[in-house]
């Protein structure tokens, strides 16, 4: 069974930090693995998606990138702002989403 | 982009009545629907995967008659909860997957229970 973890599970930085969330897995037949932002009491928004065949991708000021060999992907966050205060969530998928742990983050102004 | 809706968005109910919530695909049509609900501050966690025209299979530990999910048409999948307890109380959230393309899966809004 697929296991998904992501350290740390909380995160409290100074704005203007660049940062960097972890996401580790167990089973590298992944078909892809996506990253989402979930602010308090609300869904899930979709940041970046890694095709399985992809080592990384860039949206912005996000970067993300996966390796499959080792069972770890990243999120990179550069010159973090208080809006980006949420709780960051990996999923992998196969026929079906595994989604880590999360990651609450804190910028503080 | 594609966009799935969720009805409604939050919903308070007295223990031992039953709630509905929609799944709903706005601009494509969804084979596959996927339920999730999370505790607060926990990661989501799957229920169950829908299936249009047929019955939904559920993770283990979820339980059938409780949680059931109907997927009547390629847009709208529900899932109602019966006989509501408070342990019920979470955030449930709607995926779905669309006919033709990739794995993606889109996101509902999510729908909060909060059974008293």
């Known amino acids: 069974k697929q296991e998904v973890t992501q350290i740390p599970a909380a995160l409290s930085v100074p704005e203007g930090e660049n940062l960097v969330l972890n996401c580790s897995f167990t089973d590298s037949a992944i078909y892809n693995l996506q990253w989402f932002r979930q602010d308090p009491g609300k869904g899930l928004t979709s940041l970046l998606l890694i095709q399985s065949s992809q080592r990384e991708q860039t949206s912005g000021r996000l970067n993300a990138s996966l390796d499959k060999s080792s069972g770890r992907s990243t999120l990179y966050i550069a010159a973090s702002q208080p809006g980006d205060s949420a709780t960051y969530l990996c999923?992998?998928?196969?026929?079906?989403?595994?989604f880590g742990t999360g990651t609450s983050l804190t910028v503080i102004p | 982009g594609a966009v799935v809706s969720q009805h409604p968005s939050w919903v308070i109910c007295k223990s031992g009545t039953s709630v509905k919530i929609e799944c709903r695909s706005l601009d494509f049509q969804a084979t596959t629907m996927f339920w999730y609900r999370q505790f607060p501050k926990q990661s989501l966690m799957l229920m169950a995967t829908s299936n249009e025209g047929s019955k939904a299979t559920y993770e283990q530990g979820v339980e059938k008659d409780k949680f059931l999910i109907n997927h009547a048409s390629l847009t709208l999948s529900t899932l109602t909860v019966t006989s509501a307890h408070p342990e019920d109380s979470s955030f449930y959230i709607c995926?779905?997957?669309?006919?033709?393309?990739?794995?993606?899966?889109?996101f509902g809004p999510g729908t909060r229970l909060t059974v008293l």
């Open positions: 995926s779905a997957r669309e006919v033709m393309g990739t794995d993606t899966q889109y």
């Open positions: 999923a992998l998928t196969g026929n079906q989403f595994y």
